[in-house]
C-alpha cells in the first residue's frame, strides 16, 4: 500500500481487516502515506500484540502532503550542502537557494568542495521512490550524481559529462539532457514557468525529468534509465552572474492550500 494516500481512517479500516484475520498479514507497508499519529500507534499495537502475526510495519515517509494524487506524494526534504558549494557560489534561505555572483568567497577548503566547476550537491543522499522541484534563472543544470563524482578540475566534474552523474541544462530558450557526454535536445512545453521537477525510482532504475506549469501540471521531458548502483544526490551547476536554483518546499504548498480551504 504505499504511496496510496492511506490516511488515519484508512488505518482504521486496517487495524478491523487484522482483527478479524490475524493471521494471515505478516508484512504491511504503508511508506508515503499519511496515516497520522493514530494511525501509526493503532497498528503498531498491532505488530507487537501475540495475537498478530504482522511482522513487519513500514511508516516511512510521512506526511500531509503524500495524500496528493502524483508524483508530488513522494516528494523529499532537500538542503543544499555548504562543504560542496563552489566559491563562486553563495547559498541563501537555509540552504534552499544557490545564486552565481562570480565573485570569489572565502570558504574553507574541503574535500567535497567543487574548486572550479560552478556546483553544489545536496546534502541528502536519494534512496526508493524520491520527487522534487527546483525554480531556476538565468542558465542552470538540474542534476542528479553519485557522490563519488570527482570534484577537483572541470571536465571530469561537470554533471553530465561523465558516466557518474545525469543532467538537465535549463536555459530561456531550450532544455539540453546530458549523460556521459551525450546529449539530446528537448523542445520546451508551453507554459513553462522555469519550474523543473525530477523523480527518482531506484528500484525501476528510473531519472525522469518534467517542466512544471504555474497550475502544477507536469509536463515529461525525457527519462534516463539505468541500474542504479549506489546512492544518488540532487546537484545544481549554476552559470553566469545571477543564474539561480531554488528548492521547492511542498510542506508550505500543503499548508497554503490548507489556509485556503479554512478560510
Not at 109 to 135: I, K
Not at 162 to 173: F, G, I, M, Q
Not at 200 to 226: N, Q
Not at 252 to 263: C, E, F, N, P, T
Request: charged share 25%.
Amino acid at each position: 500500500l504505499s504511496g496510496c494516500m492511506v490516511t488515519e481512517d484508512g488505518c482504521g479500516y486496517l487495524s478491523s481487516a487484522l482483527s478479524s484475520n490475524p493471521s494471515h498479514l505478516r508484512e504491511l507497508d504503508l511508506s508515503y502515506n499519511y496515516p497520522g499519529d493514530s494511525g501509526v500507534k493503532l497498528l503498531t499495537d498491532k505488530l507487537n500484540h501475540p495475537k498478530y502475526r504482522l511482522e513487519k510495519l513500514n511508516v516511512d515517509h510521512g506526511g500531509e502532503f503524500r495524500i496528493t494524487a502524483g508524483l508530488p506524494k513522494y516528494a523529499c526534504n532537500l538542503t543544499l550542502d555548504p562543504n560542496t558549494v563552489n566559491n563562486e557560489l553563495v547559498l541563501f534561505d537555509e540552504n534552499k537557494k544557490v545564486i552565481c555572483l562570480e565573485e570569489y568567497q572565502s570558504y574553507p577548503d574541503h574535500p567535497e568542495r567543487f574548486d572550479e566547476c560552478p556546483q553544489v550537491l545536496c546534502r541528502e543522499g536519494l534512496s526508493g521512490r524520491c520527487y522534487w522541484e527546483a525554480e531556476w534563472r538565468g542558465e542552470v543544470d538540474v542534476s542528479v550524481t553519485y557522490k563519488g563524482i570527482n570534484r577537483k578540475g572541470w571536465s571530469d566534474c561537470q554533471f553530465g559529462l561523465n558516466e557518474y552523474s545525469w543532467s538537465l541544462n535549463c536555459s530561456d530558450n531550450r532544455f539540453t539532457v546530458w549523460h556521459d557526454k551525450k546529449s539530446t535536445d528537448i523542445r520546451v512545453p508551453s507554459g513553462c514557468i522555469k519550474r523543473v521537477g525530477v523523480y527518482v525510482d531506484m528500484s525501476a532504475g528510473t531519472l525522469s525529468f518534467y517542466s512544471v506549469s504555474d497550475t502544477h501540471t507536469l509536463t515529461h521531458l525525457h527519462t534516463f534509465t539505468s541500474p542504479f548502483t549506489e546512492s544518488l544526490y540532487a546537484g545544481f551547476w549554476v552559470y553566469r552572474r545571477n543564474s539561480s536554483v531554488s528548492l521547492f518546499e511542498f510542506e508550505k504548498l500543503v499548508s497554503k492550500s490548507r489556509d485556503v480551504a479554512h478560510k
